[in-house]
T-cell receptor, first 111, second 113 residues
Framework: SQKIEQNSEALNIQEGKTATLTCNYT??????LQWYRQDPGRGPVFLLL?????KEKRKERLKVTFDTTLKQSLFHITASQPADSATYLC??????????FGKGTHLIIQP | ETGVTQTPRHLVMGMTNKKSLKCEQH?????MYWYKQSAKKPLELMFV???????ENNSVPSRFSPECPNSSHLFLHLHTLQPEDSALYLC????????????FGPGTRLTVL
């Protein structure tokens, strides 16, 4: 079955460093991947979408890559800040119309 | 704040009750979704509506019954739920069903006693 795996449940990074989160997918070839941020008690917030024909996408301090050979997407936050602490979710189109999500990586940026 | 509102924010119900969750989007989107988020599990897609038509039912038990009267409103009717149905229920919308990010509401925290 189609699977999205985020292999780190939690990640601790020192403020100012680059945080790198990993998302792997198995048993299918999604046309695009999406990244979301979720804070406790809130719904996810859409951050970035990258298509299979795009190697890299940037938005301010965020960068996403998509490697169809490795079946992997990397999500980077440069110059990380404590306010970046949250759970980050990777998602790809699953069935006909909906998204399949990974479990998420809980990122903690320490001052 | 996100253009997608959900009511109620919290709901406690017994297994024999009937209740409904409501979602409204003010973004002019054509697609709406219900997801379930349980502790330690990924978000699970439940239902998809596109232009008011249900296009996906992800093997959801019949005790969950969706309704989409128009492109702006989505309901989830609940009856004879089980304690394991306790979770955060999230509504989302998007312009179309593919190639776009989804906008989520704050969710309804449901507890079934």
């Amino acid at each position: 079955s189609q699977k999205i795996e985020q292999n780190s449940e939690a990640l601790n990074i020192q403020e100012g460093k680059t945080a790198t989160l990993t998302c792997n997918y198995t048993n299918y070839s999604p046309a695009y991947l999406q990244w979301y941020r979720q804070d406790p008690g809130r719904g996810p917030v859409f951050l970035l979408l990258i298509r299979e024909n795009e190697k890299e996408k940037r938005k301010e301090r965020l960068k996403v890559t998509f490697d169809t050979t490795l079946k992997q997407s990397l999500f980077h936050i440069t110059a990380s800040q404590p306010a970046d602490s949250a759970t980050y979710l990777c998602a790809a189109r699953g069935g006909a119309d909906g998204l399949t999500f990974g479990k998420g990586t809980h990122l903690i940026i320490q001052p | 704040e996100t253009g997608v509102t959900q009511t109620p924010r919290h709901l406690v119900m017994g297994m024999t009750n009937k209740k409904s969750l409501k979602c409204e989007q003010h973004l002019g989107h054509n697609a709406m979704y219900w997801y379930k988020q349980s502790a330690k599990k990924p978000l699970e897609l439940m239902f998809v509506y596109n232009f008011k038509e249900q296009t996906e039912n992800n093997s959801v038990p019949s005790r969950f019954s969706p309704e989409c009267p128009n492109s702006s409103h989505l309901f989830l009717h609940l009856h004879t739920l089980q304690p394991e149905d306790s979770a955060l229920y999230l509504c989302a919308s998007s312009p179309e069903t593919s190639g776009e990010g989804q906008f989520f509401g704050p969710g309804t925290r449901l507890t079934v006693l």
